[in-house]
């Protein structure tokens, strides 16, 4: 098995989306993330270029109507929703990001790479089954992660979402699904404005949707509180079988549109927690979907240094303590969850299927 997998190598589609001048979500993002990635890992043997995802691979997640919505924009302008515009090449790289992902996490399923990287662009978290949203056209975690089911119908899957936003698309897609293990860290209040901890999932998969709704102002050791306290036990519980991120990083402290103050050593030390547990439980991955970030210089340097620690250089320490308004954070969570059968309520060690053993 090889190490860190970096997926994407030709990012040329995915910058040829158009988003239009001023737009957040911008080319600038992935050339950005390209030019730190390619200065770490020259080597082109650890890039691969990836292929469109498949019409069945975006249809289990995504209705009908929604996939041929999007990709009818080709070569037309306009927007799918008061945030997300599209150009003429918009379909093409929704549809490149969703393959990208899903190569990503095929490659450390399968065993070709220890961890993986998708470098994509437009991101996807916030795409429901029927509607692109928040500057996501398809959802490329979800896509990834329900291809990943539909080979191995009894596996476990834990995704992790440190993005700034809430990961409502994932979530949404996902929280009847006792077999998915979401668990989101997010400023709260923030756009979409979901999230809340009394949001735990729906019918067999209520307790597998964890979110932790964080007050603007938290730092490195705040997050890392979160991972140590909530995370380890529900990986434990859980046992996963592969682990995917949804690694935004718009809650670097210059981020524009977050609140957050992290910096790239503290995203490299989640890694770092993520890559450790994940040996630990025996698990594939992590494989790591870009999201969001939109100060260039910290959504690069913070992509760079996940990368690096997914190649298995040592994680940093950053310093400092985490706050009372993020412990109570964490007790909110537990609280929601204390009622529900998932791997933060009662206690045991769960087969995936709902039922504790």
């Known amino acids: 098995m090889s190490g860190l997998l970096l997926v994407g190598a030709d990012p040329a589609p995915m910058l040829a989306h158009d988003t239009g001048p001023g737009h957040p979500e911008r080319p600038e993002r992935l050339a950005a993330v390209h030019r730190a990635l390619r200065a770490r890992f020259p080597d082109p043997d650890r890039w691969l270029d990836a292929p469109p995802a498949p019409r069945e691979a975006l249809v289990r997640v995504h209705d009908e109507r929604h996939v041929e919505r999007v990709l009818a924009t080709s070569g037309t302008r306009g927007w799918l929703d008061p945030d997300t515009p599209y150009g003429p090449r918009s379909a093409e790289a929704a549809r490149l990001a969703a393959g990208c992902a899903l190569e990503a996490v095929r490659a450390v399923r399968d065993g070709r790479a220890a961890t993986a990287f998708a470098a994509v662009r437009p991101p996807g978290h916030h795409a429901e089954r029927d509607r692109a949203q928040g500057f996501c056209l398809f959802n490329n975690a979800a896509v990834a992660i329900a291809d990943a089911l539909a080979r191995e119908p009894s596996g476990r899957v834990l995704v992790v979402d440190w993005d700034v936003h809430h990961g409502n698309g994932v979530q949404h ?175 045991g060690r769960h087969d995936g299927r709902g039922e504790t053993r």
């Not at 709260?188 to 597998?208: K, Q, S």
């Not at 790239?264 to 547990?277: C, H």
Request: no cysteine; proline share 7%; net charge negative.
């Open 173 to 347: 897609l996902f929280d009847d699904d006792p077999r998915v293990l979401h668990v989101d860290l997010h400023q709260h209040p923030l756009y979409p404005g979901t999230g809340r901890p009394e949001e735990t999932g729906r019918g067999a998969g209520r307790g597998w949707s964890v979110n932790v709704a964080l007050p603007a102002g938290r730092t490195d050791a705040d997050y890392l509180e979160v991972f140590d306290a909530l995370l380890t036990p529900a990986m434990e519980r859980f046992a996963p079988g592969l682990v995917v991120v949804s690694a935004g990083f718009d809650a670097h402290r210059d981020d524009p549109l977050g609140g957050m103050r992290l910096t790239a050593d503290g995203f490299a030390a989640l890694a770092g927690r993520l890559v450790t547990w994940t040996r630990a439980a025996g698990a594939r991955g992590p494989a790591a979907i870009l999201e969001g970030g939109y100060d260039l210089a910290g959504l690069a340097g913070s992509a760079a240094a996940v990368a690096a620690v997914l190649d298995g250089e040592p994680a940093p320490d950053p310093a400092g303590r985490a706050d009372a308004a993020t412990r109570a954070a964490i007790e909110a969570t537990r609280g929601a969850h204390r009622a529900t059968s998932g791997p933060l309520g009662a206690a």
